[in-house]
């Protein structure tokens, strides 16, 4: 027991970084949908759809391979930081070159000329999280879980500062609001056309200041090229660049599609980019259940690894699902139940309220997420990685499939479902192979019931609709009772 609470309190440290820091950054949701467009925003949801895909690339799996090999010999732990900080670095080099150099074609492929800018900034963005992605790993291996909830908490905190300069501060000084003195400066400088370019520069400045936090982690640092030491980490980290992809076409490829699958009109008054930027808005709404997987996950990596061998393993593994479903079946309630108000509060521009009505299914498809997190301990300690990214694989064959037949007749409503499905399919199959390969004793009739009595509570509360949004707000939260 002590070992879980020892989990539950690195969990919090990396949940109140992210939960805090997130918070900080939902302050621009209502900032974008009052000075986006939906269309423009459509923009930000669709590029930074791309992004999630080009990460895994830059990255490689390499973070969990670090992980793995660093606790199997913890006192050559140095020479491996250096060799794959090395590896790292020229290859991150490598890939953002690419995109540099085909950046302007890319811009027109994606039918935003002269807009190449911004994917240089954001090829810079990604070399940047790829490099620094080592060092936030050395502080989770050496369970330096304040460093790690402080710099990722500045590091968010100073882009939504960046956000507010750029996108309150400059244009209203543009529009003569505020400054005057100033205002022609900005009308020869500020880019009213594409203010969308703004959120990007604010990335890429914050995630600059990474490599100065995280100045102490690189202390001592060479570069080390030993492709003999380096070749048995790639091949266990080389399932992982797949099991990325096929994530990330799991997480994002419903927005990227929808542009193109979902037919003009479909949507009364609404393009197809307007309707990807409604269901970017209310995709950010299952945050709340991501940040707590994402929490959990900092923590629990290297708490899998460093307890895998122990004979009691099993058990202890157990007891973290059990707890870990229990806390996210309450947060699937409490948000579900409360979207009304939650949506009155980020979303300024009543267009973007239309699509509330899918997070509940979004909330329950990254709660099942974190349940495949959870089971896939099996695979990562057993060195079986090729069976992850075959399930991982397979869950983004079901998104490509189900998306394109479900967009045409269900718009992003479809992309909801299939997000469910998918995640579902990937957690069922993770544990009928566990079960085969790492017995672990889940309570499973306990995490059904948890589930299925927070789907009925869901599904039934959430059809209550007065006229009073005072009234529905206390009715519904009986059901978070």
């Given at each position: ?6 989990l ?44 999630a ?48 150099y ?32 080592v060092?936030?790993a050395?502080?989770?291996f ?7 909830a ?10 939504v ?12 000084i ?11 400066f ?6 009213f ?38 070749a ?6 080389s ?29 009364p ?30 923590a629990?990596?290297?708490f ?19 707890g ?18 939650i949506?009155?509060?980020?979303f ?8 509330l009505?899918?997070?509940?299914i ?5 709660l ?10 099996w ?22 499939l ?5 967009i ?34 889940y ?39």
């Amino acid at each position: 027991m002590s070992k879980v609470k020892g989990l539950a309190g690195d969990t919090i440290w990396y949940g109140l970084s992210s939960i805090i820091g997130r918070m900080l950054s939902y302050l621009l949701v209502p900032l974008y949908t009052s000075v986006f467009l939906p269309g423009e925003y459509g923009i930000v949801t669709e590029l930074y759809a791309y992004t999630a895909f080009l990460y895994p690339i830059f990255t490689y799996g390499i973070e969990t391979a670090y992980f793995r090999f660093a606790n199997k010999n913890p006192e050559e732990e140095p020479a491996l930081f250096n060799l794959i900080v090395t590896m790292m670095i020229l290859s991150s080099t490598f890939f953002a070159g690419i995109l540099f150099y085909f950046g302007s074609d890319l811009a027109i492929a994606l039918d935003y000329p002269g807009k190449e800018m911004v994917l240089y900034w954001l090829a810079a963005v990604l070399a940047v999280d790829a490099i620094t992605s080592v060092p936030f790993a050395r502080l989770r291996f050496r369970k330096q879980a304040k460093k790690f909830a402080f710099i990722r908490f500045f590091n968010i905190a100073f882009a939504v500062a960046l956000n507010l300069f750029f996108l309150v501060f400059c244009l209203k000084i543009y529009q003569g609001l505020w400054l005057v003195d100033l205002q022609d400066f900005m009308l020869e400088y500020y880019d009213f056309e594409f203010k969308a370019k703004y959120v990007f520069l604010s990335n890429l400045i914050s995630n600059s200041f990474l490599i100065l936090l995280l100045i102490k982690e690189f202390e001592g640092f060479k570069l080390r090229f030993n492709w003999k030491k380096l070749a048995p980490i790639l091949l266990y980290a080389s399932p992982l660049l797949f099991m990325g992809l096929a994530g990330a076409t799991n997480e994002m490829l419903s927005r990227a599609l929808l542009k193109i699958w979902l037919s003009e009109g479909y949507y009364p008054n609404q393009t197809s980019i307007a309707a990807l930027g409604i269901f970017g808005a209310c995709y950010k709404l299952s945050v709340f259940m991501m940040l707590g997987i994402q929490a959990f996950r900092y923590a629990a990596e290297p708490f899998f690894f460093s307890n895998a061998q122990s004979k009691d393993s099993p058990k202890l593994f157990a007891h973290v699902m059990t707890g870990f479903v229990i806390f996210c079946t309450l947060v699937f309630v409490t948000i579900s139940l409360n979207l009304e108000v939650i949506g009155m509060v980020f979303f300024s521009n009543p267009a973007y309220r239309e699509g509330l009505y899918v997070v509940p299914i979004l909330l329950l498809a990254y709660l099942f997420n974190g349940i495949y997190y959870n089971l896939s301990v099996w695979y990562k300690v057993t060195d079986r990685t090729v069976y992850g990214a075959g399930i991982t694989i397979l869950g983004a064959t079901l998104t490509i499939l189900l998306n394109y037949l479900l967009i045409p007749v269900l718009g992003y409503f479809g992309s909801s479902i299939v997000t469910l499905v998918s995640y579902f399919s990937m957690a069922l199959i993770s544990y009928l192979f566990g079960q085969k390969y790492y017995p672990i004793p889940y309570q499973v009739i306990k995490i059904a019931v948890y589930l299925v009595l927070a789907s009925l509570l869901v599904l039934v509360f959430y059809q209550i609709d007065t006229d009073n949004w005072m009234v529905n707000f206390f009715i519904k939260n009986l059901g978070v009772l």
